[in-house]
Each structure stands twice: as C-alpha cells, then as structure tokens.
C-alpha cells in the first residue's frame, strides 16, 4: 500500500509539472497552441479546467503524503516492537540460566529469609 501511493504521488508530481507549464499567467501558454481545442472549449474554458486540474493534483498529493507517512509510522513502530520482542527473547533464556544458576536457600514455613 505504502509503495503504491509512492507511485501514485511521482505520477501526480510528473503530471503537475506538466500542468504547470502548460499555464500561461497572461492566458497564454502551451493552451494557446492548441487551436482546435480553443474552437471546442475556448481559452477562457481552457485555463479554468487547466487551473482545477492543477489544484486538484496538489489536494491529492497533500492527503496522499498524509496517508503515506500514517503508514511509515505505523510500519516504523511495528518494526520496533518486533526488534523488542525479538530482543527479548534472545535475553529471557540468558536471564533463567542466571536465575537457575543461584538456587534460594531453602526457608521452612513460617520463617523469614536472612
């Protein structure tokens, strides 16, 4: 999932760049080279749709880092707790070896240890 939505915000990232370029501050740009599109949408249609599709990309790849680094951190502290409890492991037969190693003295019943 997390490499998916990597893919997919390089993809919206590539696609914003060429957006961008294509947008003329003036009204201009690359739009004004496409002739035949001014005469179905118009240059004025042109550069409202260029200009949703511009924020649109940037709203999608603000809430896809969001996801993406949800899921990074989620996997980041998974992947400490799996160290621990492996850690743990390896030193639980470490620490019965100390234990079993020093037996307690034997106390009778209703006496205290010295």
């Known amino acids: 999932m997390f490499n998916l939505l990597i893919v997919l915000i390089v993809i919206a990232a590539i696609l914003l760049v060429v957006i961008v370029l294509a947008q003329n501050p003036k009204g201009g740009g690359l739009a004004q080279g496409f002739s035949s ?43 400490q707790t799996q160290s621990e409890v492996i850690s743990d492991i390896k030193e639980a037969p ?21």
């Open 37 to 79: 599109s001014n005469q179905f949408m118009g240059v004025q249609n042109t550069n409202k749709f260029l200009t949703k599709a511009t924020w649109s990309l940037v709203g999608f790849i603000a809430f896809a880092s969001i996801i993406s680094a949800g899921i990074a951190i989620n996997r980041n502290q998974a992947a």
């Open 94 to 114: 470490a620490q019965q070896q100390q234990q079993s190693a020093a037996p307690a003295a034997a106390v009778p019943f209703g006496e205290q240890a010295q």
